[in-house]
T-cell receptor, first 116, second 117 residues
Framework: AQKITQTQPGMFVQEKEAVTLDCTYD???????LFWYKQPSSGEMIFLIY??????QNATEGRYSLNFQKARKSANLVISASQLGDSAMYFC?????????????FGIGTKLQVIP | NAGVTQTPKFQVLKTGQSMTLQCAQD?????MYWYRQDPGMGLRLIYY???????DKGEVPNGYNVSRLNKREFSLRLESAAPSQTSVYFC????????????????FGEGSRLTVL
């Protein structure tokens, strides 16, 4: 079974509009973390936002927010007021611990294109 | 601020050749990772190292070996390169632990583009 599922291969959004990128995850751990990374066409991986499994509040970082629904095992990224520079690949990832070790698994990504 | 440095950035190999990708981090992180990125496949974990002296297989370890030389360095070796190993390789590091103030965010290198002919 996939640990991280991103079902939207590509998304379009109008500039200045909000967009939601979907992510569901699968784990039996009680303590885990969820990340979103952005990868522009230049190739570098940019950390956007983090949500811990015990965090009661949804994480927010500027225009990014993470809609965390623990019972549904979903961790959707919401980008408000989209900008042309938001056009990129977006990856959802999960950190799990195994007896003190930790491992981070990524989804296949969603390509977001912002339309002027 | 160097962060995570990986070399080389580009490499072309012939089938059967060997090579080593080098990675070093200067953030005193315990955990280090090697991923490969292929179109439509996302980032897949090859090997990871939770601490100096330990390594573990990820999702796609076949055809690769790793060495955690010390706390700073984690190398990835292809003993006999195959065309299927054509990919972009990323090294990453993170602090370990699940503290309230520790996200365990991965810090990535710039990537190494490997082509095997």
């Amino acid at each position: 079974a996939q640990k991280i599922t991103q079902t939207q291969p590509g998304m379009f959004v109008q500039e200045k509009e909000a967009v939601t990128l979907d992510c569901t995850y699968d784990t039996s751990d009680q303590s885990y973390g969820l990340f979103w990374y952005k990868q522009p066409s230049s190739g570098e991986m940019i950390f956007l936002i983090y949500q811990g499994s015990y965090d009661e509040q949804n994480a927010t970082e500027g225009r990014y927010s993470l809609n965390f629904q623990k019972a549904r095992k979903s961790a959707n990224l919401v980008i408000s007021a989209s900008q042309l520079g938001d056009s990129a690949m977006y990856f959802c990832a999960m950190r799990e611990s195994f007896g003190g070790y930790q491992k981070v698994t990524f989804g296949i990504g969603t390509k977001l294109q912002v339309i002027p | 601020n160097a962060g995570v440095t990986q070399t080389p950035k580009f490499q072309v190999l012939k089938t059967g050749q060997s090579m080593t990708l080098q990675c070093a981090q200067d953030m005193n992180h315990n955990s280090m990772y090697w991923y490969r990125q292929d179109p439509g496949m996302g980032l897949r974990l090859i090997y990871y190292s939770a601490s100096e002296g330990t390594t573990d297989k990820g999702e796609v370890p076949n055809g690769y070996n790793v060495s955690r030389l010390n706390k700073r360095e984690f190398s990835l070796r292809l003993e006999s390169a195959a065309p299927s190993q054509t990919s972009v390789y990323f090294c990453a590091s993170s602090d370990s632990g699940f503290g309230v103030h520790n996200t365990g965010e991965l810090f990535f290198g710039e990537g190494s583009r490997l082509t095997v002919l």
